[in-house]
């Protein structure tokens, strides 16, 4: 078996390239694992180095070296490919598919993660245009970080700095949009703050909202925010965060289903993983196809053991 570390230097605050190099080498080398680095060159070249590797039909573990946009992107080059198992081998600045398991000091531990125990994981398919394994989404929370890249040329404005100010201005704008969301043949018609179509339970770099949603049951979480003023959004966003969306029935509905459709009647920014896509009538679904995925030995994801 293969050991292919893709490191993603765009993940996180700096680059780490060099760290992880010399983190990879000294387990692997004294280990006599058969490993390799490769280090992208660009946004997208994650899936095209992963996607080579699972072409050649030998048997690859594959290890994410950065945050959940290249966990994303490697996930997309290696679907349906049953020669290939994935992990996520932490340095971005979320990180969020892995909190799930309860421990993330585990996945930075080599030795630990390298002599990792599999399971297999449903991937959502994000209509033609992509694959999530985590959380996609629509509504406001996708407008906050597709604005922040236009705040990027104020002097001294951080990444924290840049996703506050933008959320100022979506408040400014106003949060609710019209959408037609069809779950399984249910059709709802209105204005929403934002829908969330969740596998795994965390993103945002902390957000939860639906805290007992299962990566591997076959099913998505969906759950719709009804538009709100910005005299309800504090609550309501509050509520999100934390899962409480029992606590509003009135405000937040949830379905587990294995298709939902989103309508817009404009183009807006689709965040699948933490990556942007655009697009205004999109179908997230359960694919056929699983994702080996492997994990430090003893941690248990579902929502009761954790």
Do not use: W
């Not at 060159?41 to 080579?52: P, S």
């Amino acid at each position: 078996m293969k050991h292919l570390f893709i490191i993603n230097p765009a993940a996180g605050k700096t680059d780490q390239t060099v760290s992880y190099t010399k983190r990879i080498a000294a387990y692997c080398k004294p280990n006599g694992l058969d490993y390799e680095i490769k280090v992208s060159a660009y946004k997208g070249n994650c899936t095209e180095l992963a996607r080579e590797a699972a072409q050649t039909g030998e048997e690859y573990r594959i290890y994410a070296c950065g945050g959940d946009g290249t966990l994303n992107e490697i996930v997309c080059g290696v679907i349906g490919s049953p020669n290939v198992a994935v992990t996520h081998f932490p340095g971005g600045s979320g990180n969020d598919f892995i909190r799930m398991f309860g421990d993330f000091e585990a996945f930075s531990d080599l030795a630990r993660l390298a002599d990792g125990e599999e399971t297999l994981m449903d991937v959502i398919k994000v209509g033609d245009l992509s694959y999530g394994l985590n959380i996609c989404s629509m509504g406001v929370d996708a407008r906050i970080v597709a604005d922040m890249p236009k705040l990027k040329h104020i002097p001294l404005l951080s990444g924290s700095g840049a996703y506050n100010v933008s959320t100022a201005l979506n408040l400014v704008k106003g949060l609710r949009r019209p959408f037609e969301i069809e779950l399984d043949g249910k059709t709802l018609v209105g204005d929403q703050t934002l829908i969330a179509v969740c596998s795994g339970r965390f993103y945002g770099g902390g957000f939860c909202p639906v805290p007992d949603a299962e990566p591997d049951d076959g099913l998505l979480d969906v759950l719709a925010v009804k538009g709100v003023g910005r005299l309800t959004a504090a609550k309501v966003v509050g509520a999100y965060k934390q899962g409480r969306y029992r606590e509003m029935p009135e405000l937040m509905l949830h379905e587990r289903v294995t298709s939902v459709t989103i309508r817009s009647p404009q183009d807006c920014p689709i965040n699948v993983d933490g990556e942007l896509l655009t697009g205004r009538d999109v179908t997230f679904s359960v694919a056929p196809e699983k994702l080996r995925f492997f994990h430090p030995k003893g941690l248990d994801f579902h929502a009761k053991a954790v």
